[in-house]
């Protein structure tokens, strides 16, 4: 499959200031591609206007996969996650008999999820949520460690909401090295382009990190189906 390098034309000129957050915008390429079916739309740095991802709509969108499951044997207690999209997550958690709760932004994703009965927030992740503290596990996969383009204040976060010795799941770059902070714009294959924002690609090593200084403790690293997982927890003490 061929991805595009340079960052349309038509989006250059786009000011370098953020305006909003991954998918906050209803008639943006990513609401669109949830909408219409679209497999996938790309995130670019708009400083470089290199193509940094290739966002998997599809995945979103679908049932979660053996892997995606496995994951939730891994946490105890309710799941909260966190730029849940469609909620797929929260779905499976549902049906392995754990209560849980989505949070998203995305009109459409949001939208989605409650057509099929499955409990979400259309609500900023930053924004007072239901059981803040209370949480046993809370995920940031899909790339979501880059909302906001800040991932110790990020991570602080989800301290927050995990109750003590609560887990947070977060699927990392992989590319371990990898720490980038920027703003991006999406795009799909029509030329759609979306209003700016932060985000940021953080690595499993760069992780340890941001996790540490937001006082979350390293219990577990590992890889499946292609794809990087790291778990912190929040210390009972």
Known sequence: MSHPQ????MVAETTDEASDYFGSDATGPYDSALREGV???FLY????GELVDVIPVWRFSSRADRHERALLERGTGPLLDLGCGPARMVQA???AGRPAL????????CELAVAQGIPVLRRSLFDALPGEGRWGTVLLIDGNIGIGGDPQRLLRRVFALLTPGGTVIVESH???????SFTAMLSDARGRSSATFRWAS???????HHARR????????????GRTFCEYARPTT
């Open 39 to 41: 497999r996938q739309i």
């Open 6 to 9: 340079p960052m349309p034309e």
């Open 214 to 225: 937001a006082g979350l403790r390293l219990t577990r690293e590992w890889t499946a189906g």
């Open 93 to 95: 958690c549902m049906s």
């Open 174 to 180: 992989a590319d371990a090295t990898v720490d980038a």
């Open 102 to 109: 989505g949070v998203d932004l995305s009109p459409a994703a």
């Open 202 to 208: 953080v690595g499993a090593y760069a992780l340890r």
């Open 45 to 48: 740095d708009l400083a470089s």
